[in-house]
């Protein structure tokens, strides 16, 4: 375990597993929408690419995410393990709604310096709309891949439930 991707849908705990990961491990954390979003606005990274390309060329690292469509297949080309975040949507929707709570109320200071507004709550790309509507999506997905022949050299490991993935964590 040393290229390591966090899957699952918005709100299930990747970037948290990936930071706690990255403290046990001593691997580097690599924040996918960080790395997507640059700027106000919500404008995107020009050379995500190049910047994914570099990252994932180095030895060791952690990225809490399945990628962006542009980085997708060069993320599940160079990683070694994925540890999936299968969680329902009972456990997802709780999380990011307080999270986008939390961070509308006290107005934090995201990916790229923006921030979620009560009107983005009224959009379809806002997390909690985008986490309900792709739940669906991204499980057959993330299961498309683990499946298919060009990605069975991944160890994977699949979390039904945050105890399973807490128990996990810690017998490491």
Do not use: C
Request: proline share 6%; hydrophobic share 40%; no cysteine.
């Amino acid at each position: 375990m040393e290229r390591i991707l966090v899957v699952g849908v918005t709100g299930a705990g990747k970037s948290t597993l990936a930071r706690a990961l990255s403290t046990r491990l001593g691997l580097p954390h690599h924040e996918m929408d960080a790395l997507y979003f640059n700027g106000p606005g919500w404008s995107v990274n020009d050379a995500l690419i190049e910047d994914v390309s570099r990252l994932t060329s180095e030895p060791r690292w952690i990225i809490d995410s399945i990628g962006y469509p542009e980085v997708r297949d060069l993320l599940w080309n160079r990683a070694d393990t994925v540890i999936w975040l299968d969680y329902p949507k009972r456990v997802i929707m709780p999380r990011v709604l307080r999270r986008s709570l939390r961070r509308t109320l006290r107005r934090e200071v995201i990916f790229g310096g923006n921030r979620e507004t009560w009107r983005d709550w009224l959009s379809r790309e806002h997390p909690a709309w985008w986490a309900w509507s792709q739940h669906g999506p991204r499980h057959r997905e993330v299961e498309l891949r683990v499946n298919d022949p060009r990605f069975a050299p991944l160890r994977t490991l699949r979390f039904a439930h945050p105890d399973d993935t807490a128990a996990w964590l810690t017998s490491l």
